[in-house]
């Protein structure tokens, strides 16, 4: 029943976003175009001996798709937090279904979502020039870090969106969050090139580990450091899961109460 709670309410997001294709359109090719245009403008600024790599474009990937699954983190939450503002979400509370069905299949959609995108920005750049080092099973693999950090910013969002008392403030926390946590990562330059204080912040942000994974898939291969910067990042999205079903059912429990 469970598993038919989650098909259900991720067909129901599904609908929602087929019913507006010219957005659904515009989301899929959006990081495309941040790739092409981003990282081909910062490309030639880039000393290769700073970032590791003479092609900026393989080094900047990784970058992008972090960028991509932080803007659709924030636009995950938006439905459940419109529906707790009109009500919908005490319709569905009052209904026999499990709660964390809600989380679960918001993030199975986010996480189809975010796997077009990212094919999308893989195969631009293919037609840039760019090479996954460790080939098809490197995608795949680009594809499960995409996930779990999908996962992360997903629960995080909606943790959020259930603590805040509407949706001007929950934009305001976003837009005041999300560039800071992009940027205090190595998105787009790497932690040796960075000040110390914010080398330490990097350094406890999870979007360093889930990017340090992918570009260690896109340049270098099956190397030793993967393992590590996928366990960090499997526990900390393990973390702000349980941050978000936590919050999610106590916010929840006081509604129906």
């Known amino acids: ?40 403008a910062l490309g030639g600024a880039m000393d290769a001996a700073v970032v590791g790599t003479p092609d900026y474009i393989a080094f900047a990937v990784p970058g992008i798709i972090a960028f991509t699954v932080v803007g659709n983190g924030v636009t995950a939450a938006m439905p459940l937090l419109f529906d707790k503002e009109t009500g919908y979400l005490d319709k569905l509370m009052s209904m026999p279904i499990r709660r964390s069905s809600l989380i679960v299949s918001r993030f199975v959609f986010q ?24 080939g098809l099973p ?9 996930a779990l950090l999908t996962l992360a910013m997903t629960a995080a969002a909606m943790a959020l969106a259930c603590a805040v008392p509407s949706h001007g403030t929950f934009f305001a926390v976003t837009g005041f969050a999300s560039l800071p946590l992009l940027f205090m990562s190595n998105a787009f330059v790497p932690l040796t090139a960075m000040p110390g204080w914010m080398q330490a912040v990097a350094r406890v942000n999870p979007l360093t580990y889930a990017i340090e994974a992918m570009r260690l ?31 999610f059912g ?4 006081e509604r129906v109460a």
């Open 138 to 146: 490197g995608v795949l693999a680009i594809l499960l870090a995409s």
């Open 250 to 253: 106590r916010q929840t429990s």
């Open 1 to 40: 029943m469970w598993a038919q709670e989650v098909l259900a309410l991720s067909r129901r997001w599904l609908l929602m976003t087929l019913r507006e294709r010219l957005n659904l359109l515009f989301s899929v090719l959006q990081p495309a175009v941040w790739l092409v245009f981003f990282a081909g």
């Open 217 to 247: 898939l896109m340049l270098r291969g099956w190397t030793g450091g993967l393992p590590a910067a996928l366990a960090v990042l499997l526990l900390a999205s393990a973390l702000l899961l349980a941050l978000g079903a936590w919050q």
């Open 111 to 134: 996480t189809g979502m975010n796997s077009a995108q990212v094919l999308v920005i893989l195969l631009v750049a293919v037609f840039l020039g760019v090479r996954p080092a460790t």
